[in-house]
């Protein structure tokens, strides 16, 4: 059964640097369609630093989107030389993530706080 996720954005542009300049403003909806399989919940126990997740639910994911179900992470992917963690907040929505060397995403690294000490879920949607 196929599933979508609709993203709805607004793209500011223009020059910043000139005092009282208007940006422009343009908007923006998309929606993927991904089947059920390519989605997972994964517990994260709490103090965890890297905790592996793969991602093996599509043959070779180019990009994902990933969001926490309770509590903030931080996200990172294991493959590149780009390591730097997104911090995600609880219930604040969707992060896309993608292999900046456009390679396959083979795995997500998170990093958890010490409490609460149930830990944290954490959804992915990969894309091939």
């Known amino acids: 059964m196929a599933n979508n996720l609709t993203a709805t954005l607004t793209l500011a542009y223009g020059d910043t640097a000139t005092q009282g300049n208007v940006l422009s403003r343009q908007n923006f909806a998309f929606s993927l369609a991904y089947a059920e399989e390519?989605?997972?919940?994964?517990?994260v126990p709490a103090s965890s630093t890297d905790f592996p997740v793969n991602l093996d639910t599509v043959g070779s994911p180019k990009f994902l989107f990933a969001r926490t179900l309770d509590?903030?992470?931080?996200?990172?992917?294991?493959?590149?030389?780009?390591?730097?963690?997104?911090?995600?907040?609880?219930?604040s929505g969707w992060l896309m993530?993608?292999?900046?060397?456009?390679?396959?995403?083979?795995q997500l690294l998170v990093t958890t706080p010490p409490s609460p000490a149930s830990g944290a879920h954490i959804q992915v949607i990969a894309f091939e």
Request: net charge negative.
């Open 38 to 43: 390519s989605s997972k919940i994964v517990h």
């Open 71 to 91: 509590i903030d992470v931080t996200l990172k992917l294991s493959d590149t030389v780009d390591d730097v963690p997104s911090a995600l907040a609880a219930a």
């Open 97 to 106: 993530i993608c292999n900046p060397s456009g390679q396959a995403v083979k």
